[in-house]
């Protein structure tokens, strides 16, 4: 036996990175294995994309207003950084486990090199429910675990955004604690400030015009007029209600709605505008009057064109895939598809737009804001909007061909196009030593 032999069997993955079937990193490996066939000699190195290059726990002590001291557990993954540094949001949740961050962190290096940004892929969170902190709490909160995760974030190493549940505001709070513990002014090391911050216009749009805009794209293709056509929407914040409100403007009709505080319907179409004025005053689309409730189970079964789920992840399971009507899936959340219910989806002829494309519009325009703030000179919203729509519609375009050249759905040819550039860079980097 050769003395390397019990080193080259030692294949098996970590515990933490096996496959929970249940879970979003299990739906993400099973993604993995399906563009494997499609990798030629790259699939060499198709190991480094199972198992995520640096992960770090960190404890988030902070004081509460009451006097006692809660502790939280905070998390930044940094899965893949092979072509740039790490890229990818912060969400602020009660069920934000390593293991979904990881997931997250995956999807952004596939989303970053799909649209062929020069990022690799991170992810971060908070497990805490931040609407039972109070401002000041929130603020301690996001200022400790920025502190805890700065040993590895930094405007060349990995650059935070918002996600679910954080904003501009706790942006703003990023970046000064970043800039107080390094001595100066950082901007580039988070993106979604405010855009008297070194932000950048058009950001807080970005991710729902990008749905709306390869979701527009993807409907010339199957021949789906968006005039007239029935929209449900999935999650009312950031990403869904901007989608919502573009496609209302493009004549669609918004028919069904859900999120955690419900679900409605209305034949005629919602009004989007009044809509988004409840959702911001209450926090949520329930209770809103313009508007019939809906049992939550019949939302997935709602007759409709277009379905945009734009919550979180694993939502369309086995379990409601073959009662979906519509003949579009636009996945503005990311991760809301199980490779089970992509393929009920794929059988009954809907086309998926995954959300590795669909909703890569945000980090598009956050790799705008990163571009300037490190040149200080910043952009028209009309430049960034045109610039956007740009790469979006370039990368679908070639997205789209590799799926009828290889006959698989746009996720896998997503995958695809991905993989290649992602390992690409890995195999000519080299390992080190
Ligand atoms: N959180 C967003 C996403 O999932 C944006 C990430 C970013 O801008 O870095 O794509």
């Known amino acids: 036996m ?27 490996l099973q993604q993995v294995d399906r563009v494997t066939p499609y990798l030629g000699h790259l699939a060499r ?30 998390y930044r993954v940094q899965h ?32 970053n090199a799909a649209v062929n940004v020069p990022y690799g892929g991170a992810k971060g969170g908070v497990r805490v429910d ?34 679910v549940n954080t904003n501009e505001q706790i942006m703003a709070w990023m970046m000064d604690t970043y800039s107080m513990n390094v001595g100066e002014t950082a901007t580039g090391v988070v993106t979604g400030k405010p855009v008297h911050l070194g932000g950048s216009l058009g950001r807080r749009e970005a991710t729902g015009r990008g749905v709306f805009t390869l979701g527009v794209e993807a409907a010339q293709h199957i021949g789906l007029p968006i005039e007239g056509a029935r929209l449900a929407v999935q999650g009312f914040g950031n990403v869904g209600g901007v989608a919502a409100k573009l496609f209302a403007a493009a004549g669609a009709r918004v028919v069904a709605v859900q999120d955690h505080t419900g679900s409605l319907y209305r034949e005629a179409g919602l ?68 490779p089970e219910a992509d393929d009920i989806l794929h059988d009954q002829g809907v086309l998926v737009l995954p959300d590795v494309i669909a909703n ?58 991905a993989c290649q550039r992602i390992l690409y860079a890995r195999e000519m980097r080299g390992l080190y030593p």
């Open 45 to 74: 190195w198709v190991e480094t994309l199972k198992r995520p290059k640096r992960c770090l726990i960190v404890d988030v002590p902070i004081e509460l207003d009451n006097g006692t001291i809660a502790h939280f557990e905070g």
């Open 130 to 163: 931040p609407r039972l902190l109070s401002r000041g709490e929130l603020e301690r909160l996001t200022r400790r675990y920025t502190s805890e995760i700065g040993l590895v974030i930094g405007p060349t190493k990995d650059i935070p955004a918002p996600d």
């Open 271 to 338: 009004d989007v505008a009044a809509l988004l004025a409840h959702v911001q005053a209450q926090g949520g689309v329930g209770g809103f009057a313009g508007a019939e409730p809906l049992a939550n189970d019949a939302f997935w079964g709602v007759d409709c064109d277009i379905l945009i789920p734009a919550a979180l992840e694993g939502q369309i399971t086995a379990a409601n895939a073959g009662q979906i009507q519509a003949r579009m899936v636009i996945e503005g959340a990311n991760g809301p598809t199980t």
């Open 2 to 28: 050769s003395p390397t032999s019990g080193l080259v069997t030692a294949h098996a993955l970590p515990s933490y990175l096996q496959a929970d079937h249940l879970g979003p990193w299990g739906t993400y």
């Open 360 to 417: 890569a519009g945000g980090v598009t325009v956050s790799y705008f804001e990163w571009v300037q703030d490190f040149s200080s000179f910043f952009w028209s919203e009309d430049e960034i909007n045109a610039r956007l729509v740009r790469i979006l519609k370039e990368a679908f375009a070639g997205i789209w061909q590799v799926a009828q050249e290889h006959k698989v759905s746009l996720r896998t040819a997503t995958f695809i196009v």
């Open 80 to 111: 893949n950084t092979s072509r740039g540094p790490g890229k990818g949001g912060v969400r602020f949740h009660q069920d934000v486990t390593l293991s979904e961050v990881m997931a997250l962190s995956a999807w952004m290096s596939i989303k």
